[in-house]
């Protein structure tokens, strides 16, 4: 069974910081391209942030360009989301997934193969 568990979602203060962690268990994910998603009430599910098979590739959403950073650590291929400066807008659930697709940081939705539950992060005034 594939699968990859977010945690490190809650509720913080508009200017503060979060980091997720996305953890995959069932197989190893060194193959694979990542990417953090996320979905607002009442909007449609956006990319975030995406890092190549490597880590030496990564792409953000204009939205959280300086703000967010998306990495890859050394064990188990967890992949992380440190999110700082964070407003309300931020607030989401947020998914991370998996991607066979060739190109080094897929940007659609259906370029994922593999999701997450999701974690949600909550954003107070």
């Known amino acids: 069974q594939v699968q990859l568990v977010e945690s490190g979602g809650g509720l913080v203060q508009a200017g503060g910081s979060l980091s997720l962690s996305c953890a995959p268990s069932g197989r190893t994910f060194s193959t694979y391209a990542m990417g953090w998603f996320r979905r607002a009430l009442g909007k449609e599910r956006d990319l975030v942030a995406a890092?190549?098979?490597?880590?030496?590739?990564?792409y953000y959403a204009d939205s959280v360009k300086g703000r967010f950073t998306v990495s890859r650590g050394n064990t188990k291929n967890t992949v992380y989301l440190q999110m700082n400066s964070l407003k309300p807008e931020d607030t989401a659930v947020y998914y991370c997934?998996?991607?066979?697709?060739?190109?080094?940081?897929?940007?659609?939705?259906?370029?994922?193969?593999?999701w997450g539950q999701g974690t949600q992060v909550t954003v107070s005034s």
């Open positions: 997934a998996a991607s066979q697709a060739i190109r080094l940081t897929p940007t659609e939705g259906s370029d994922y193969d593999y």
């Open positions: 890092i190549s098979r490597s880590g030496g590739t990564t």
